[in-house]
């Protein structure tokens, strides 16, 4: 009788409450998971710029996109890493898409895999390259 | 056929046996792997309590091993916040200090003493291997066992946890977290069965949870909105009815136990939205009654009306309660979390603590790696495939995302849901990959069957047969390449989280550590030295002023009343020790020997280019002291004329005449940190620093560590005779003449005036 009622009880509730389809909740969930871990929120508190200058070795102003300190970030390296986070959940979702097509050619299973892999791992290994520029002691410092 | 049953009815039951010892040993070995990697800092180093934190909470359980429990309860602290003192009972969350009492009581009762400090330190390691436990059976209900064993080997390890549970780190978080994922647990438990037992161990559960940390309020909001999301969606069912009722009323009966909870659960806001989810389950359940019994007209006017009466009555009740006062609006931490600026204006305090800060993406990479990277696709599945439980994952997952994104400490809530969801990722990922053939050949004989039924009808049908059974070569190389991929990703996480947790998050903020050119290891133990030397030198009843930070560690180590510590519970004390901090040398005097303080502790940083000391912390303290007295203290007064903040040349005459400059760089300008640098060079600050020949006039040096880093003075007793500074004083003429107002009227000196005179015979006369 719990479930009956319960559908019972769907209409006037989705009478009141739009119900959004399950894939836009998602999607939007998504977009934010990009500007979230990128940590958007600590540039717009802190007021960072998009982008910083530096002084290079002659005294010219040049711009510099990765603050090389690891306390502090700029607006566009945060968006290029929450992208990159979010790319490689979105990697595990194409291997999960290869799986339950139906009727799938080779061509397009082995495409599905390969952006699939590449997706998950190179995402890794991009923002490996990004910490690099911010903290030295990571691919320097020994087990001590 | 039947050797084949029997043999695959053995296999079955055999099977059975196998799953149960792997899961056993795999979750024994994920214990002993979190165990393990969090023991660097005792490994390098010694079984101390690090930071500032866990030395209150070691104090406290080291006053109720020794006098009870019950004056643990009722202790009143007087050497802390020196003379307001500290109704310690009252304001702590005592789960952590019981939960080591206990285990100490049952050891001690088993004969096998073992010091009330390696509990201590010994603790939060072992409850990462149950927070592991209690997280396995949480995934296996929300999705299956094999999801279960992936998250519990991922929080084992994952740095986001084990940067506050490492051993040493004696705080709430360390038992909390084991708590919340047990209370979680119990609660998707109950909304799958609704069963009141479940509920009601699920409201036990929460008692434990909220005797152990601050952070219950996530817990006892985050349900209810998974119930409102229920009835929301069309979800709601008699089983949901039951376990929110029986876990609301259970649950908040026992956390008003709690001396510091107190009434809380009835009169802020904060759990407000609790009391009305409660309220409405009720509503809802009451209608779902109603609408078996009366015809659809009826009760659609007695659906939406009711409902938006009750609405509307509750919406007006709750603001008529907080504007009479009888209920507290969001207090200032909590409030801080959605209007983020609040902090900085308001209350300084809150903002200066850098945990609260928000977070930037190395912190989201350093404490996930990989889980953070995979968290979508854990999401994506259980969107995908909805039911009960995983509405509730889901909205853990995003309001645990955001709070993380705004304050850094929140990571530590962000981090078990995210486990939780890479494990179901990776689970379901390695399902479909790992297994090669059977999907293929079930595949192909459907396939097969299906062009035999209708051979004649379908051309295409040979092609597409073709097709599938030319898969097979392809199918194992793409799937087992996928798999070993997915293995070196995994592999990847396991050596980031030791190494992150070896390099970055193993450092007992009580010893420093430095590395030399050549490799070796140099330990600078000056907090310990100082501590040790206010034990042994100071009388038993000194006071210590010092910044706040510091307070928990003296009282800890040296034993010593102080003025403020960590609490920060009374921000007009802190601010008047900012005052002092802040002013020149005689008012601040006047300020020490109002609140009787013997003895001054500053850090100071700059012998050794020790980032984190009070000079850096200035600032704040200024900030601090101005928000209570605004007229005498103001921050522009401490900047250089072009507004930046320097203790250099340039720097402002109130900056070089206060009373923290002062101590922290007395003799400081006649020592060289190094050979080739200037007399003064400030190594923290990178320059010569402004006022070097300084001389104190009512505290006096009484010690100075090895590195300079803490720096002890002693406030002078105030003299017996006020002495009048050489440029003040007043001469009287002397010399020759007599001036005449020495003389009185009656004549001469030594007589006194109006001096009664008596004449036998008359009386008196009285002038």
Known sequence: ?144 | LKVMSSKSGLLRSNSLAYTSLLTFVILALAWFVGFASRLFAIVRFESIIHEFDPWFNYRATAHMVEHGYYNFLNWFDERAWYPLGRIVGGTVYPGLMVTSGLIHHVLDVLNFPVHIRDICVFLAPTFSGLTAIATYFLTKELWSAGAGLFAACFIAISPGYTSRSVAGSYDNEGIAIFALQATYFLWVKSVKTGSVMWAALCGLMYFYMVSAWGGYVFIINLIPLHVLALICIGRFSSRVYTAYSSFYALGTILSMQIPFVGFQPVRTSEHMPALGVFGLVQIVAAMQYARTRVTRAQFLTIFIGGLSIALGVGLAGYLALVWGGYVAPFSGRFYSLWDTGYAKIHIPIIASVSEHQPTTWVSFFFDLHITAAVFPAGLWYCVKNVNDERVFIILYAVSAVYFAGVMVRLMLTLTPVVCVLAGIAFSLTFEKFLKNDDHFRSNATGADNKQYDKLKKQKAGTSTDGVSLSEDPIGPNVRSIVSFLMSILLLMFVVHATYVTSNAYSHPSVVLQSSTSNGGRVIMDDFREAYHWLRENTPDDARIMSWWDYGYQIAGMANRTTLVDNNTWNNSHIALVGKAMSSNESAAYEIMRELDVDYVLVIFGGVIGYSGDDINKFLWMVRIAEGEHPKEIKEANYFTESGEYSVGAQASQTMLNCLMYKMSYYRFGETRVGYNQAAGFDRTRNYVIGKKDITLEHVEEAYTTENWLVRIYRVKKPVNRNAVKYTERKIRPTGGHKSSSTVGRSGRKGTLKNKAVVVKGKRPLTA
């Open chain 1, 1 to 144: 009788s719990g479930k009956m009622a319960s559908e019972g009880m769907e209409a006037p509730l989705q009478f009141l409450i739009p119900s959004l389809p399950r894939m836009f909740v998602f999607f939007l969930v998504l977009v934010s998971y990009v500007f979230v871990s990128g940590g958007v929120p600590y540039c717009t508190i802190t007021g960072m710029p998009f982008m910083g200058t530096a002084v290079d070795d002659r005294g010219n102003q040049v711009p510099q996109a990765i603050m090389p300190r690891s306390n502090g970030q700029y607006l566009g390296e945060g968006i290029a890493v929450g992208f990159f986070l979010t790319m490689g959940g979105l990697g595990m979702v194409f291997l999960d898409r290869m799986n339950s097509m139906t009727n799938p050619s080779r061509m397009a299973r082995l495409f599905l895999a390969a952006v699939g892999m590449a997706c998950t791992l190179g995402s890794i290994f991009a923002i490996r390259a990004f910490i690099g520029k911010k903290d030295h002691w990571y691919f320097k410092a020994s087990m001590y």
